[in-house]
């Protein structure tokens, strides 16, 4: 063998070993730089993260900080806003030719020259009533639907009722007409102003039913909304907030709310919707063991009722350390009113005439919504499937139609509860206003959220059966 071709073969092989170890080194680094590369672009990532959440938790410590000392300035500036607004609304009403003046056995006295919107806008606001508005909405969403998404706005809208009630039993403030002689309303609502609970509520309860249905899609079948479809929510959202906005002010021309008493009222309401936005997987897992996990469902059940009612007994203590004792000025002034509306209450008890046990009425919608608790999960667990409230139209506006139909015994018990309360014989029987509206739609929440889908509908065939066209969705234990 010629040693020529040995040492050419060992130069060529000693050059591919070379350049097998170049071409390593060359991967290696290859490799080594491309990692920096990641770790360079991940730690971007990380730091813009962290500098969204640090703009995110600024931004909610600022939101946090102005409630709080626009709550503070309020409790501090109330009187002096009082005293401003007191004469802006008796301008008002003079302006629009709301009040007029009537010789009476008495006196000249100024009556309010109301008319159907006026009245109609000062109806809702009486409690019984505003409670009936709100159940034919929650009952129409219930039946007609989505029941859980419905039985979650009922839930949180009433617990925040309850809390804004309790609010008004520790501020104690009172509504215009009761303050001041000029000033003449159409409604004599004998429970404190402040912060306005109907308001809260109306607005609280549309804006977090958009919300409710807006995140629908994400939450089940994780589809996202397109642009039009936006832009329709915040078309929906602004005729919301006109039309919280023009009630707000029928109730100021009716002297039935201060403007701060209304604002405070939403800011309570944006404090309860960022609450249940933050927690939206814990209610929502709340909501489901609470109705569709028949095996939690009775446990979870008497745990809430149980919180409820010690939230109902700490609200009862703090009225029994109330004063029984009057303003004279509203005492003089809302029996002024009274009297110009035809209502006789001249033998009523001064502790039931006006103030804080009119005000513990509210907390009797703590008792509706444990009705609801109770019938819906007597619902759930008995009910042959889970997706009753699907179907076709026809199936779902049959089901509005009817249990909107059997709302009209509440009707007529919230209609006639303010006439048997203010009955100094019911009061001398024990007959409370509290105990009456509680125990009465304690039974008619378990009735139309229990009964009515379960028997009545199951009789008439207009549940959803789980042969429909559509999937019933049967969560485990796991879920």
């Not at 990641?38 to 971007?44: E, S, Y």
């Not at 800011?267 to 897992?285: L, M, R």
């Not at 009735?447 to 009545?456: K, R, V, W």
């Amino acid at each position: 063998m010629n040693p020529l071709n040995i040492q050419s073969e060992n130069k060529e092989s000693e050059l591919k070993e070379d350049q097998g170890v170049q071409n390593e080194q060359e991967e290696v680094r290859t490799f080594t730089n491309l990692s920096i590369e990641d770790k360079i672009k991940q730690k971007k990532i990380n730091e813009d993260h962290l500098d969204r959440n640090k703009k995110r938790l600024i931004r909610q410590f600022t939101v946090l900080f102005i409630i709080i000392l626009f709550i503070i300035l309020e409790r501090i500036l109330y009187s002096i806003i009082v005293g401003v607004e007191n004469e802006l609304l008796s301008d008002f009403q003079s302006f629009f030719n709301l009040r007029k003046s009537k010789l009476t056995e008495f006196d000249e006295m100024d009556y309010f020259n109301d008319n159907f919107l006026f009245d109609m806008a000062g109806s809702v606001h009486r409690n019984g009533i505003s409670i009936m508005i709100f159940t034919n909405y929650f009952i129409t969403l219930y039946v007609g639907f989505d029941a859980l998404i419905a039985v979650k706005i009922l839930y949180t809208s009433y617990l925040s009722v309850f809390i804004v009630a309790f609010l008004q039993l520790i501020y104690s403030d009172p509504r215009p007409f009761w303050v001041d002689e000029k000033l003449v309303t159409s409604l004599c609502i004998p429970s404190y102003g402040n912060p306005s609970s109907f308001v809260c509520q109306l607005a609280f309860t549309l804006f977090y039913t958009v919300y409710c249905y807006k995140t629908k899609n994400h939450t089940r079948s994780f589809k996202t909304y397109d642009e039009k479809i936006d832009r329709k929510i915040k078309i929906v959202q602004v005729i919301i907030s006109l039309f919280v906005f023009l009630y707000s002010i029928l109730l100021f021309l009716m002297a039935l709310q201060y403007l701060i008493n209304m604002i405070l009222g939403l800011i309570y309401c944006f404090v309860f919707y960022a609450f249940y936005v933050t927690f939206e997987n814990q209610i929502n897992n709340i909501i489901k063991h609470s109705t569709i996990m028949n095996i939690d469902s009775k446990r979870y059940v008497f745990y809430i009722s149980f919180f409820l009612l010690i939230t109902e007994t700490i609200a009862a203590m703090l009225i029994s350390n109330e004063n029984e004792l009057v303003n004279i000025e509203w005492a003089n002034n809302f029996m002024n009113c009274l009297y110009m509306t035809e209502i006789n209450a001249m033998k009523i008890p001064a502790q039931l005439l006006m103030g804080p046990h009119f005000t513990f009425q509210k907390t009797s919608v703590i008792f509706a919504l444990i009705g609801a608790l109770f019938g819906v999960s007597y619902c759930f667990r008995h009910i042959n499937t889970l997706e009753w409230y699907k179907g076709d139209k026809r199936r779902r506006i049959l089901r509005i139609v009817v249990a909107n139909l059997f709302t009209i015994p509440g009707w007529a018990f919230a209609l006639n509860v303010e006439a048997i309360a203010l009955n100094s014989r019911m009061y001398e029987w024990g007959a409370s206003f509290f105990l009456m509206e509680s125990i009465g739609f304690l039974l008619f929440y378990f009735f139309m959220f229990g009964l009515i889908p379960l028997y009545i509908f199951k009789y008439l065939h207009l549940n959803a059966s789980s042969s429909s066209s559509y999937v019933v969705v049967k969560f485990s234990e796991e879920d």
